[in-house]
């Protein structure tokens, strides 16, 4: 394969070698009508090629083509216009082309020229760059949308990550192809410019070298040089006519990945009812009309048995079809049921009532595919993990406006809405009532009204929230990922970001994982954090907290509390405001104490021993100081110590779900806190 490259690419050298050579050394007539005949032979293949490819990105590097065929063309140009001049003769193509092609006439000759002039100007070129002008434009502009479809589509798990990369590639491809071919055909216009220019030049220098320097009269020197001008120009003229066709071709091509001379022929002769109506139409004028009868009713004729010959094959084609379907569903029927594909379940699921059908169909203009798109890259930024793919599906069986929520085909939340209603949920600030059906906002269960698109503006006016049913679906599903984010990172997810870091930092991935620790233990550090809204963006960070402690201790609880004090500046952006002291609750010393004195440890991990008429007493205080710290407008934060402040988590979790608890060592020293409260019993 390497030889072959090297070959093509000295081959490609050479030709552009020889059209500089051309441009400046004085070429025999044999030599040149070589070059002249290879140069036509490369312009019907570009042609041919332009007509026969199945995609427009077969010709990527066409407008590179035109470039050099151009170069190529103007070095013959330049050559010809030297032997013309210089010796009244530039070899056997250019003198036949000029002798044959214009019937050894010079008027004939000058008008068959000037028609190829016209119709490359006026009719290809001037076509086709309009064509690559609103192809290219169009082209761009459709990029936005076609790469939301492919996010989508990748979101609702019809194609994989591979998949989406490959549309997105070829996206790209595109529109760098177009555009490259808006500014080529200009190539073929200058061309066909310079052609024009050059004929002109050598039809005056060949008659004042003629009657100056061979001694001809005017007339002997008009008829002969303009004779091999113009046979000079033909040549020229019908590569760059060729060039210019292939382009037309090339940007006009409705289907950009199909046969051209199949589906044009498909196109035009694929109806019977016109080819009768054709055949009908041209024998009716042979026999009515003046016209010569034999050759209208025959070719009428030839039109209306093509008809036939059409009708049948179609007709054939479909008892084919439907044959072939009544194989295929047989086949099925006869086959093993295939469960295998039953048994994957998906780590998200979103599904919805045929009332919301219209909020995520992009036809009828509905965005709930674009809003999925946006949370998988919000909560990568959010919290640095990628948010497995999220089905969407409709589900009969549900409430019209119902939706429900499912993690690991587990159904974990629902919701209700009402299309064309917006939600409007008062923040603590307004006191004015506005009517509306009370309802609860479901990703937190806070109280709202349903209003009409009448009653938004006032809402609004009035200092009402008010959001659309997208936006509140959006919404819920974000919470309940956030929320489920952490068992939803599996052993893949983290090799994945293990690959990821060691393309910046293998030193660090090599000394952490396996030899220090398994993909497993690191799989639950990453857990541990994200179950507590902290983020693993960070993950070099996170990994060399790890590797220093990871010789003591393979706690993966331990180990995720090293990790939080090292990510103690992150943790305190996200909990503690610059320049604004925070109320905090903390905890009874001696409370800590006996929560470390229950702590029992075992293979299986760590776990506590309180006795639950304790429990009910630490957490009635809890509830105490939480309520204490809301009513104030703050967030419920409690600080412990670093050794406690795991296994208080822990002992709070299943009764306050949004309970803040940080220890001393994770607050940055640039924090300003207040304690408000303290846990005790």
């Known amino acids: 394969m390497r030889g072959k490259l090297k070959i093509a690419d000295m081959g490609v050298a050479v030709y552009l070698l020889i059209a500089f050579i051309m441009l400046i050394v004085p070429m025999p007539e044999s030599l040149l009508d070589v070059f002249l005949t290879l140069d036509m032979g490369i312009s019907f293949t570009i042609l041919f090629t332009s007509m026969f490819a199945e995609e427009v990105l077969g010709m990527s590097f066409y407008p590179t083509m035109l470039l050099f065929s151009t170069i190529f063309r103007i070095a013959l140009n330049v050559s010809s216009t030297r032997l013309i001049l210089a010796n009244g003769s530039a070899g056997n193509v250019i003198q036949v082309f000029g002798e044959f092609v214009g019937g050894g006439d010079l008027v004939i000759g000058i008008i068959v020229y000037l028609i190829l002039v016209l119709v490359q100007f006026m009719v290809i070129n001037k076509g086709s760059e309009r064509v690559a002008e609103v192809t290219a434009r169009f082209t761009l502009d459709a990029m936005p949308g076609k790469q939301m479809a492919i996010d989508a589509d990748l979101n609702t798990g019809a194609i994989t990550d591979a998949e989406a990369k490959e549309r997105r590639d070829k996206i790209q491809e595109e529109a760098s192809f177009f555009g490259s071919m808006d500014g080529a055909v200009k190539f073929v216009k200058g061309d066909a410019n310079a052609g024009l220019v050059i004929t002109a030049i050598n039809i005056v220098g060949g008659i004042a070298m003629g009657m100056l320097r061979q001694g001809m009269d005017i007339g002997t020197a008009l008829n002969w040089y303009t004779i091999l001008t113009i046979g000079d120009g033909l040549v020229s003229m019908i590569s760059s006519l060729l060039i210019s066709l292939a382009t037309g071709i090339l940007v006009t091509k409705g289907s950009k990945t199909a046969d051209f001379g199949s589906v044009l022929v498909g196109q035009l002769f694929g109806i019977p009812k016109a080819l009768y109506i054709v055949g009908g139409v041209l024998a009716f004028l042979g026999v009515i009309t003046p016209l010569n009868t034999v050759l209208f009713v025959l070719i009428g004729g030839m039109f209306i048995i093509v008809a036939r010959v059409v009708a049948g094959t179609l007709e054939t084609a479909k008892i084919e079809s439907e044959v072939e379907s009544e194989e295929a569903a047989a086949e099925e029927i006869r086959q093993p049921e295939n469960v295998t594909s039953l048994l994957n379940v998906d780590p998200i699921e979103l599904e919805f009532g045929y009332g ?81 059906i009370d309802t609860r906002e479901p990703s937190f269960g806070l109280p709202a009204k349903w209003i009409t698109e009448g009653q938004r503006e006032r809402a609004e006016s009035l200092g009402y929230t008010v959001v659309d049913p997208p936006s509140i679906i959006a919404t819920h599903l974000t919470e309940i990922i956030r929320q489920h984010i952490a068992e939803l990172l599996t052993r893949q997810d983290v090799q994945n970001l293990i690959d990821n870091l060691r393309e910046s930092n293998p030193s660090i991935v090599d000394e952490l994982v396996p030899k220090l620790l398994g993909l497993g233990e690191v799989q639950k550090v990453l857990q541990n954090l994200l179950s507590e809204g902290i983020s693993i963006r960070d993950l070099l960070t996170i990994f060399e907290t790890m590797a220093d402690y990871a010789t003591t201790t393979r706690d993966t609880d331990i180990l995720t509390e090293y990790v939080r004090q090292a990510l103690k500046r992150a943790i305190s952006n996200k909990y503690f405001p610059q320049n604004e002291t925070t109320q905090v609750v903390t905890v009874d010393p001696a409370l800590e104490q006996e929560i470390m004195a229950s702590v029992k440890q075992t293979e299986q991990g760590a776990y506590l021993t309180l006795d639950p008429s304790r429990i009910e007493a630490i957490m009635n205080s809890v509830r105490a100081q939480v309520e204490k710290l809301e009513n104030l407008g703050r967030n419920p934060i409690v600080i412990t110590s670093p050794i406690v402040r795991a296994y208080f988590k822990r002992l709070t979790e299943d009764y306050f779900r949004d309970l803040i608890v940080v220890s001393y060592n994770e607050v940055d020293s640039n924090v300003q806190i207040q304690s408000v409260g303290l846990i005790q019993i």
Not at 403 to 412: E, N
């Open 356 to 436: 919301i059908i219209p909020l995520a169909d992009v036809n009828q203009g509905g965005d709930l595919l674009d809003r999925v798109v946006m949370i998988r890259r919000q909560i990568a930024l959010e919290l640095g993990t990628v948010v497995p793919i999220i089905r969407l599906r409709d589900n009969i069986q549900l409430n019209p406006n119902q939706y429900i929520i499912k993690i690991k085909g587990v159904q974990v939340s629902e919701g209700e809405i009402l299309f064309d209603h917006y939600m409007a949920m008062n923040p603590g600030i307004v006191e004015e009532e506005i009517a509306g």
